[in-house]
């Protein structure tokens, strides 16, 4: 599993950016894949994932800011990011299982990071005036 993000850079807050993130060695169709962020001194977090089916799911913090896609044709997954904001600022990274790595109860989801069989080298997310 190869992974490799684009995209990344500087914004003012409220402004947009979209990631990009190309995956080979594996059947893109059929894994799920996700973004988490790692801002300096915190752990790494989910953001947002999409299963196989194309169903996507995200973080509370960025409902209704950002939007993951993928483009099987082209081996792509995405990562659209509107309304930006300070706390957006981190690493940005994508992974790929071929297992759903998402779980959500009460409509709020988690994503489990520990097992996933490939991730890439990240792209930097800076939010400043």
């Known amino acids: 599993v190869a992974l490799v993000e684009s995209g990344g850079g500087l914004v003012q807050p409220g402004g947009s950016l979209r990631l990009s993130c190309a995956g080979s060695?594996?059947?893109?169709?059929?894994?799920?894949m996700g973004w988490f962020r790692q801002a300096p001194e915190k752990e790494r977090e989910g953001v947002a994932a999409?299963?196989?089916?194309?169903?996507?799911r995200y973080a509370d913090s960025v409902k209704g800011r950002f939007t993951i896609s993928k483009d099987n044709n082209k081996n792509t997954l995405y990562l659209q990011m509107d309304s930006l904001k300070l706390e957006d600022t981190a690493m940005y990274y994508c992974a790929a299982d071929p297992r759903s790595f998402t779980f959500c109860r009460d409509g709020h989801c988690a994503f489990a990071k520990g097992y996933l069989a490939g991730w890439g080298q990240g792209t930097l997310v800076t939010v400043s005036s």
């Open positions: 999409i299963d196989s089916d194309g169903t996507a």
């Open positions: 060695g594996f059947n893109f169709d059929a894994y799920a």
